[in-house]
């Protein structure tokens, strides 16, 4: 499955964006879907997972209240909402697909199989 991040850009704090990451190649209805985000100079950190059939989330911490994470199988695409957005949310954003095996959501990315190329974000104080 191949994976395509979009929606980055630059916003002021407190601003708005939307992320999409658009897969092709095959349906990601049988994976759940996670982003990732890393900052310059930082390693990689799990943001947000979605399940394959959309019914469970879970969020970092730093992120919980102001993102949300969605996915719209018939258009192939999920989602993240980011609102509120912070200077410390500056990074690059990943989309990645973790093959659904029947287990619990991961946070590690060493478990996602497939990843996104990343779409920058820029918040401004």
């Known amino acids: 499955v191949q994976l395509q991040a979009s929606g980055g850009g630059s916003v002021q704090a407190g601003g708005s964006l939307r992320l999409t990451c658009a897969a092709s190649?095959?349906?990601?209805?049988?994976?759940?879907m996670g982003w990732f985000r890393q900052a310059p100079g930082k390693e990689r950190e799990f943001v947000s997972v979605i399940s394959s059939s959309g019914g469970r989330t879970f969020y970092a911490d730093s992120v919980k209240g102001r993102f949300a994470i969605s996915r719209d199988s018939d258009k192939n695409t999920i989602y993240l909402q980011m609102n509120s957005l912070k200077p410390e949310d500056t990074a690059v954003y990943y989309c990645?697909?973790?093959?659904?095996?029947?287990?619990?959501?991961?946070?590690?990315?060493?478990?996602?199989?497939?990843w996104g190329q990343g779409t920058l974000v820029t918040v401004s104080s």
């Open positions: 990645a697909a973790d093959l659904d095996y029947g287990v619990s959501l991961s946070v590690r990315g060493s478990r996602y199989e497939f």
């Open positions: 190649g095959r349906t990601v209805s049988i994976y759940h």
